[in-house]
C-alpha cells in the first residue's frame, strides 16, 4: 500500500473501515463519493450499515443524511438503505433496496440536476457537509490525490467537508493517475468567469484532487473492483432504434446541418445507447468526440478503433471484461479519455458551447412531447433525472428514446398526458422508439401529437392515441395543446388497477400483480 | 427624414407601407421586429392585413409564417390575428385576437424558449426566412442601421432573411444611438467560444446592426409610438408578495448568501413586478444592476434614483409617461441601459455566470414545485413561456410569484397537480404567493408539499389541498410524490365544468360563464 500512499502524514491515520465507520454520528450529512457504480466508497459505507445495524437492533435508530455523485452500488447505497440508515439521499440512485424505501415514503429524495449539485452544496442549501467519504486511486507525496474510476462531486466534497475519510482502493489501476481533468475555476456569483472549455479534448485543470490535509480524519484501504455492471447485447427493439437514429444523422449530414464527425455525443449506459454506439460503429463513422457522464463498454471499443478519437466524461461504468480491457491498455486509453467532476461534464455552459448531441431513455412522452424521465404512474421514481436535464436543456438535439411499450406490452412509452414531467414540450426535439422516430422540431403541439402517435406509438395503442386526440380536438376546453382532463391520466391509473394501460386487458398477461415490482427501466436510463 | 436616413442607396427604396406590403406572398415565412410592445413594425403589417383581408373577401386565403422577438401590438399580432393571415405564429404572444385564433385551433403556436430562437433559425428548424420587417431608429452614412427601443431577434432576421423591409421610425428618440449592444459573435457548434461577458454593464458588441444593402427591398418610414404598457400600480396582493420576497432577500443577506448589492435581477412586466421593484426602492438597496429582457417604468424609476446603477435587457415596455421620461432624459439613461440581443439577453452561458436572480410570474404551481407559465386548463395557451425559462433553469435562484388565488376566488394558483409543466420540480425553488413563500431549495418532494400547503394556498384552498394531500399520503401507489391520478387533475376540469375549482361553488359567483374569456394573467408575466 506504500506505493498509493505516498504521504508521510497520512500514514498515521490509517485506520480499520470499523474505525473510520465510528467517526460518522447520527444526524450527520455525510457526502460520498460514487457515480454510476464507479469510483464509491466500499469498506466504510458497509461498516457503518453494520453500525447503524446495531443501533436499530438496540432501539436507537442511526440515521444519516447521504449526498453522492449519482449512483452508486450495493455496497454503499444497497447496505445503508437495507439498514434504514438514510433519512436523505440525494441526487441520483438506481439501487433496488434504496428504491423501495424510497417509494414506502421512509426516505426523502431529492431528485435534481447533477450540474446543480456542487453549486447548491456551495450555496448552503443542504446545510453543513459534516464528512466526505471519497474514493481515491492514491495520495501523493505532497498530499495530493489520485482520482479514481469516477471524478462526481469530489471535488466539492473535499472542499466543503468539514471532516474526510479517504478510502485508498488498491484494485483501481495505477495508471488512472494523468486520465484526470480537476478544474479548480469555478465560484458563486459574482465571481464566475468564462470556463475556458471550447473542445471535449481539451485540458483546462490538473490531473489531482486537493484536499486540506488537516480535515483528513481517517486513511481506509480497500482492493476491491466496482459494481460491475454487465453488458446488455442489444435486443431488437434497440436495434432498431438505433437504426432510425442513425437513418436521422445521415438525414441531417446530407442537409448539411451536421457535418461527418457529428456533434460531440452524450449518450446514457444500457441495451439502447450500446445499440446506438455500435450502429455508429458499423456506420462508418470516424473521429467523433464524446462529451458525456459515463464511459461504459460500447465507448471503449468505439474508441480502440478509432470511431471516437476521444471521450470526456466524469465517471467509468463497465463490465469485468471491459474494466478487464481498460486496465490491458490503460496507456492507450489514458491520452484518449478524460475525467472531469460533474460540475463540469454536465455544464450548461459547456453543453450548450459544444453543441452536445443529447441522447437519453425515457420511461414516457406524451403525444405533445413532454417526457417523464424518473416516475411510474406519477408517484413511484425509478431512478431519478441524473444529467438528462442538463444535456437535453443545453444540447443542440435533444433526443429520447425507449421501445414503445413495457411490461409485455401493459405499459405505452407514449400516453396521452405523461404523469410526470422532467423535461417540457419546449425542450424535446427528437422522439424515437423501435416504431419509428418523430422530429419535433419547428412543430407546433398538434403537429407534433399527430406526429408521434403516427411514427412512436406501438400499433396495440396507436388507435387508442389516436382516438383520445381525435375526441379532445372535438370537446377539448381549447385547441392550442387539446386534452381531456378527465381522462388524460386515466391510463395510468387503468395500470395501477389491472395491470396494463389497455383498454381490452386479454392482450397482457402480467406475470405479476402491478405493485409486486416496478416496471423494467427503459435502456439508456443513466446508471440502470 | 434624411437625417434618419443616411445612405444614399436607400433613399432609392423607399415607398409606401402598401407597396412594401404587396412584397410579401402568401405562404411566406416572415420574420419581424418587436419584442413586448416595442420596435415592431407599424405600417406594413397593417397595410398587409388588408391585404390579407380583400383577399379572402375575394376567395383566396392569404397567410403567412410569422416569426417575432416576442409579443407585439395591435397593429402587428391583432391586425393578422383579425385578417387571419397568420397560419404559424412564434415565440411569444399576448394580443387577445392572436391568442383567441390560436385557442380555437386556427394557427399553429410554437412556444418556445426565447434564447433557443435564433439558434433553431440558424439550424433551418423553420424553414427559409423569405423576409424580415424590421423597424430602425435610422440608417447610416455606411448603411449600419440604428436598433429601436427592442432588439430581439433583429441581429438574426437580418442575416437570415432572403429579403428586408426596414421601416424606419422618426417617433423614435434618436438618443437611442449608442444605447445597443449587438453582439456578433455568436455561432453553431462547433463552432461556439466563449462570450466574454462577466458583468451586466459590459459590452462586448457594437452599437449598430448590419443588414446586406442588397437584401433590402424597401425603406419605409413611420412616426408612430410604440404600445404603450399602462403602468399598473401594485395592488394589495403584489404588495404582500414583494414584502414577503424582500424578506427572502434580507434573510439571505444575513446568512451570508447574497450580498448587499444582490445579483443581477430578472423581472417580468406587471403589477407584481411594479411591487417588487418598488420595495428594492423602499428597502434601502442602492447600487443594483439588471440582466434582464424588459425595461418597464418601475426599472427607469430605480435607475433614476441610484437604486439600479445599470440595466441590461433586449427592450423597452414603457407606459406613454415612461416614455416621455425616457426622451427627456436620454443622455442620463443612454449611460445606464444596455440592449442586447435577445439570445444574449437570455443566453443560457451568461444567466448561469451572473447567478441572476430570476423573478417570474406563474399561472399555478402545485404541491411539489411544478410551475405552469403557460396554459389554463391544459390546453388553452395564455401567452406563452417567453423568458422564464431560460432565467428560471439557469438563474442561481429561480423564483415564481402569483396571488394565490384569480377569478375572484374560482382558480386557486396552487393546485394539487399542475396542468401543464413548463418548469419543474428540478428548477423551482422558491414560490411567492400574497399568503407567503416557500422555499424549496434542499427540500425533497413531501417536504414542499407541506410546506407550499402551509405557506402559499389561500385559506379558501388550503383545506381542499391538506385533503388530496393527506390521502395521497395514504392510498398513493408509490410514496416519493404521493398523488392520487384519477383526482390530481380534477381541480381544473371543476373548473372549466362549473367556473370554480371550489367544491363549495357559492364562495364564487364567476360574473361570465368561463369560456367566456380567459382569466387575467396572473401579475408578472412577460408583456401582458
Same mark, same amino acid.
Given at each position: 500500500?506504500?506505493?498509493?500512499?505516498?504521504?508521510?502524514?497520512?500514514?498515521?491515520?490509517?485506520?480499520?473501515?470499523?474505525?473510520?465507520?465510528?467517526?460518522?454520528?447520527?444526524?450527520?450529512?455525510?457526502?460520498?463519493?460514487?457515480?454510476? =457504480?464507479?469510483?464509491?466508497?466500499?469498506?466504510?459505507?458497509?461498516?457503518?450499515?453494520?453500525?447503524?445495524?446495531?443501533?436499530?437492533?438496540?432501539?436507537?435508530?442511526?440515521?444519516?443524511?447521504?449526498?453522492?455523485?449519482?449512483?452508486?452500488?450495493?455496497?454503499?447505497?444497497?447496505?445503508?438503505?437495507?439498514?434504514?440508515?438514510?433519512?436523505?439521499?440525494?441526487?441520483?440512485?438506481?439501487?433496488?433496496?434504496?428504491?423501495?424505501?424510497?417509494?414506502?415514503?421512509?426516505?426523502?429524495?431529492?431528485?435534481?440536476?447533477?450540474?446543480?449539485?456542487?453549486?447548491?452544496?456551495?450555496? =448552503?442549501?443542504?446545510?453543513?457537509?459534516?464528512?466526505?467519504?471519497?474514493?481515491?486511486?492514491?495520495?501523493?507525496?505532497?498530499?495530493?490525490?489520485?482520482?479514481?474510476?469516477?471524478?462526481?462531486?469530489?471535488?466539492?466534497?473535499?472542499?466543503?467537508?468539514?471532516?474526510?475519510?479517504?478510502?485508498?482502493?488498491?484494485?483501481?489501476?495505477?495508471?488512472?493517475?494523468?486520465?484526470?481533468?480537476?478544474?479548480? =475555476?469555478?465560484?458563486?456569483?459574482?465571481?464566475?468567469?468564462?470556463?475556458?472549455?471550447?473542445?471535449?479534448?481539451?485540458?483546462?485543470?490538473?490531473?489531482?484532487?486537493?484536499?486540506?490535509?488537516?480535515?483528513?480524519?481517517?486513511?481506509?484501504?480497500?482492493?476491491?473492483?466496482?459494481?460491475?455492471?454487465?453488458?446488455?447485447?442489444?435486443?431488437?427493439?434497440?436495434?432498431?432504434?438505433?437504426?432510425?437514429?442513425?437513418?436521422?444523422?445521415?438525414?441531417?449530414?446530407?442537409?448539411?446541418?451536421?457535418?461527418?464527425?457529428?456533434?460531440?455525443?452524450?449518450?446514457?449506459?444500457?441495451?439502447?445507447?450500446?445499440?446506438?454506439?455500435?450502429?455508429?460503429?458499423?456506420?462508418?463513422?470516424?473521429?467523433?468526440?464524446?462529451?458525456?457522464?459515463?464511459?461504459?463498454?460500447?465507448? #471503449?471499443? #468505439?474508441?480502440?478503433?478509432?470511431?471516437?478519437?476521444?471521450?470526456?466524461?466524469?465517471?467509468?461504468?463497465?463490465?469485468?471484461?471491459?474494466?478487464?480491457?481498460?486496465?490491458?491498455?490503460?496507456?492507450?486509453?489514458?491520452?484518449?479519455?478524460?475525467?472531469?467532476?460533474?460540475?463540469?461534464?454536465?455544464?450548461?455552459?459547456?453543453?450548450?458551447?459544444?453543441?452536445?448531441?443529447?441522447?437519453?431513455?425515457?420511461?414516457?412522452?406524451?403525444?405533445?412531447?413532454?417526457?417523464?424521465?424518473?416516475?411510474?404512474?406519477?408517484?413511484?421514481?425509478?431512478?431519478?433525472?441524473?444529467?438528462?436535464?442538463?444535456?437535453?436543456?443545453?444540447?443542440?438535439?435533444?433526443?429520447?428514446?425507449?421501445?414503445?411499450?413495457?411490461?409485455?406490452?401493459?405499459?405505452?412509452?407514449?400516453?396521452?398526458?405523461?404523469?410526470?414531467?422532467?423535461?417540457?414540450?419546449?425542450?424535446?426535439?427528437?422522439?424515437?422508439?423501435?416504431?419509428?422516430?418523430?422530429?419535433?422540431?419547428?412543430?407546433?403541439?398538434?403537429?407534433?401529437?399527430?406526429?408521434?402517435?403516427?411514427?412512436?406509438?406501438?400499433?396495440?395503442?396507436?388507435?387508442?392515441?389516436?382516438?383520445?386526440?381525435?375526441?379532445?380536438?372535438?370537446?377539448?376546453?381549447?385547441?392550442?395543446?387539446?386534452?381531456?382532463?378527465?381522462?388524460?391520466?386515466?391510463?395510468?391509473?387503468?395500470?395501477?388497477?389491472?395491470?396494463?394501460?389497455?383498454?381490452?386487458?386479454?392482450?397482457?398477461?402480467?406475470?405479476?400483480?402491478?405493485?409486486?415490482?416496478?416496471?423494467?427501466?427503459?435502456?439508456?436510463?443513466?446508471?440502470?
Amino acid at each position: 500500500m506504500c506505493d498509493r500512499i505516498r504521504n508521510a502524514g497520512m500514514h498515521d491515520r490509517m485506520m480499520s473501515a470499523e474505525q473510520a465507520a465510528a467517526l460518522i454520528k447520527p444526524g450527520m450529512t455525510v457526502a460520498m463519493s460514487g457515480f454510476t =457504480g464507479a469510483g464509491y466508497p466500499k469498506a466504510v459505507p458497509q461498516a457503518l450499515a453494520a453500525r447503524m445495524e446495531a443501533a436499530a437492533a438496540a432501539g436507537s435508530p442511526f440515521r444519516i443524511k447521504v449526498l453522492t455523485g449519482a449512483s452508486t452500488a450495493p455496497e454503499l447505497d444497497g447496505a445503508l438503505a437495507k439498514a434504514n440508515g438514510m433519512e436523505l439521499r440525494l441526487p441520483y440512485q438506481s439501487d433496488p433496496a434504496l428504491r423501495e424505501r424510497i417509494n414506502s415514503g421512509e426516505i426523502d429524495y431529492i431528485d435534481m440536476h447533477l450540474s446543480h449539485v456542487a453549486q447548491h452544496t456551495w450555496s =448552503g442549501y443542504f446545510g453543513k457537509i459534516d464528512l466526505a467519504v471519497v474514493e481515491v486511486a492514491g495520495i501523493l507525496e505532497d498530499g495530493r490525490l489520485v482520482p479514481s474510476s469516477s471524478v462526481g462531486n469530489n471535488k466539492t466534497w473535499l472542499e466543503q467537508a468539514d471532516q474526510v475519510i479517504l478510502e485508498v482502493n488498491a484494485f483501481q489501476p495505477a495508471g488512472l493517475e494523468g486520465m484526470h481533468d480537476i478544474y479548480y =475555476g469555478t465560484a458563486l456569483p459574482p465571481e464566475r468567469k468564462p470556463i475556458p472549455l471550447t473542445a471535449p479534448d481539451e485540458r483546462i485543470g490538473e490531473a489531482y484532487l486537493h484536499v486540506d490535509p488537516a480535515k483528513v480524519v481517517a486513511v481506509v484501504t480497500t482492493d476491491a473492483p466496482d459494481r460491475n455492471s454487465p453488458f446488455t447485447a442489444p435486443d431488437e427493439a434497440s436495434r432498431s432504434i438505433a437504426v432510425h437514429l442513425l437513418d436521422f444523422f445521415g438525414h441531417e449530414i446530407k442537409r448539411g446541418r451536421l457535418g461527418r464527425n457529428l456533434l460531440p455525443l452524450q449518450s446514457g449506459v444500457g441495451n439502447i445507447a450500446n445499440a446506438v454506439l455500435a450502429a455508429l460503429s458499423e456506420g462508418g463513422y470516424e473521429g467523433l468526440t464524446a462529451y458525456t457522464e459515463v464511459i461504459q463498454d460500447g465507448m #471503449l471499443d #468505439l474508441i480502440r478503433t478509432g470511431v471516437l478519437k476521444m471521450a470526456s466524461a466524469t465517471s467509468f461504468s463497465l463490465s469485468a471484461a471491459g474494466v478487464q480491457e481498460f486496465k490491458d491498455n490503460i496507456d492507450f486509453y489514458r491520452t484518449r479519455i478524460l475525467l472531469r467532476t460533474q460540475e463540469i461534464s454536465n455544464h450548461p455552459e459547456l453543453i450548450r458551447r459544444l453543441g452536445v448531441l443529447a441522447m437519453n431513455g425515457m420511461i414516457e412522452a406524451d403525444i405533445y412531447g413532454n417526457v417523464n424521465s424518473t416516475h411510474i404512474a406519477g408517484s413511484k421514481v425509478m431512478n431519478g433525472i441524473g444529467g438528462s436535464g442538463d444535456f437535453a436543456r443545453n444540447g443542440s438535439i435533444s433526443i429520447f428514446m425507449s421501445p414503445s411499450t413495457a411490461k409485455n406490452g401493459g405499459l405505452s412509452s407514449i400516453v396521452p398526458m405523461v404523469s410526470h414531467v422532467d423535461h417540457t414540450e419546449h425542450d424535446t426535439m427528437i422522439i424515437v422508439t423501435e416504431q419509428g422516430l418523430a422530429d419535433l422540431r419547428g412543430l407546433a403541439p398538434k403537429q407534433r401529437a399527430q406526429l408521434i402517435i403516427d411514427r412512436c406509438a406501438h400499433p396495440l395503442y396507436r388507435p387508442m392515441l389516436q382516438d383520445y386526440y381525435d375526441r379532445a380536438r372535438r370537446e377539448s376546453y381549447g385547441q392550442h395543446s387539446p386534452h381531456l382532463l378527465a381522462e388524460a391520466l386515466s391510463w395510468h391509473d387503468r395500470f395501477v388497477e389491472t395491470g396494463t394501460m389497455h383498454t381490452f386487458p386479454t392482450i397482457n398477461q402480467p406475470s405479476r400483480s402491478p405493485d409486486s415490482g416496478l416496471p423494467e427501466l427503459p435502456g439508456s436510463l443513466l446508471g440502470t
